[in-house]
């Protein structure tokens, strides 16, 4: 059986959607939120539309320490809180998926301005605040959560990813890989992530002007890439 996947903040909806399509495909999901009671709604969602999905809701911290790879899927604004919470219950060998985007509208101001990150990018930031041993890989800020939540639509895009640790890129891009439609893409070390982050605000702008839900897909790339 393939090993739980924690998603702290997944109530919000990228991380509905991800835990939405990782369910599907037979994956456990633990959905995390600072309140039990709305974690426990969300798998309610989730159990509608996978009827067979292995899901749990919890408490943020209750969740984290259940699998090898923790998502985190919250607005920048609650990146540092969450992360602070989560001190005591992330362990060494975990890798930490950051999927925050240092969005001016997650603060106040429009969505399509980038916030300056004093450590360089939201991912580079979350390396400095996890415990020791836990590898940071940034990924999954270009995926539409609409998209994601629909099961009705296909998924054809890139994730691209960037981390220091291979190893923990490569366990993460297996886990992406397990979603059909979403080819990882090994983009480099983690402080590549600055550039990553700054896509999503430009797709939120390519989308709002095309009414579409539009991802990033590279090409010329080999068929294999790990």
Known sequence: ???????????????????????????????GSRVPERAREVVDR???????????????ADAAPRGPIVLLTVPFRAQSENLNNLREALREGQILVDATVPLAAAVSGKATRLLGVPQGSAGQQAQEMV???VEVVSALHTVSAATLADLDRPLDEDV??????????????????????????????????????GLTPLLISVNARHKSHAGVKLTGLPAELW
């Open 131 to 133: 415990p020791d041993g």
């Open 1 to 31: 059986m393939p090993s739980p996947v924690p998603i702290v903040g997944g109530t919000g909806a990228l991380g509905f959607g991800i835990a939405l399509r990782l369910a599907r495909e037979g994956v456990p999901v633990v959905i």
């Open 160 to 197: 691209l990813v960037a981390g220091d640790s291979r190893e923990a890129k490569r366990a993460v891009a297996e886990l992406v890989a397990q979603v059909p439609g979403l080819r990882p893409v090994d983009c480099g070390r983690l402080e590549v992530a600055r550039m990553i982050e």
């Open 46 to 60: 989730i159990r509608e539309r996978v009827p067979d999905a292995q899901a749990e809701g919890v408490e943020n």
